[in-house]
T-cell receptor
């Protein structure tokens, strides 16, 4: 079993829809990242969370440390949101700089 | 402040050759981590350097090596390339004590033929 599980693997939405991507992890963590990767490969860090909730524009990330679960929400989705979204955790007490990644969720937003 | 830069961006090599990839971290960042991304395995940790010392290494064969220079720039080397080494290689930098907050470079796409 992977230490970081994401769901769904693939997601197709219509423009304007509310989108949720989930991430569950099985290790103790000191931080969780939500990353965005567009075709071509470059990765952008959207959020870094250790507790609670963060909001940036139409993006909202939440984390429940007790349940070892995080969600990424996109409100009023747009075709430019089409990308792969990756959850990554930094294992608490583990080696520094060693992120453990989920397999990613491929999001396609249709106009 | 300039972001993390990686060179080259694209590279084509033949099986058996070796390759060196370079990563320049954000100014002031002394920790550099390297990751490999393949369609089958996703993103996997290769190694992490801090102050010219390798602090941690992922589960990769000895053909994969790296180093860090006094200016924090890092290189990774893959010897005796195999077809399966075709991947996107990403580096990320962070501040000392803030390794949880990593900033990624654009990656180097390596194709082995």
């Amino acid at each position: 079993k992977n230490e970081v599980e994401q769901s769904p693997q693939n997601l197709t939405a219509q423009e304007g829809e509310f989108i949720t991507i989930n991430c569950s992890y099985s290790v103790g963590i000191s931080a969780l990242h939500w990353l965005q990767q567009h075709p071509g490969g470059g990765i952008v860090s959207l959020f870094m969370l250790s507790s609670g909730k963060k909001k940036h524009g139409r993006l909202i990330a939440t984390i429940n440390i007790q349940e070892k679960h995080s969600s990424l929400h996109i409100t009023a989705s747009h075709p430019r949101d089409s990308a792969v979204y990756i959850c990554a955790v930094l294992n608490y007490g583990g080696s520094q700089g060693n992120l453990i990644f989920g397999k990613g969720t491929k999001l396609s937003v249709k106009p | 402040k300039a972001g993390v830069t990686q060179t080259p961006r694209y590279l084509i090599k033949t099986r058996g050759q070796q390759v060196t990839l370079s990563c320049s971290p954000i100014s002031g960042h002394r920790s550099v981590s390297w990751y490999q991304q393949t369609p089958g395995q996703g993103l996997q940790f290769l190694f992490e350097y801090f102050s010219e010392t390798q602090r941690n290494k992922g589960n990769f064969p000895g053909r994969f090596s790296g180093r860090q220079f006094s200016n924090s720039r890092s290189e990774m080397n893959v010897s005796t390339l195999e077809l399966g080494d075709s991947a996107l290689y990403l580096c990320a930098s962070s501040l000392r004590g803030k390794e949880y907050e990593q900033y990624f470079g654009p990656g180097t796409r390596l194709t082995v033929t």
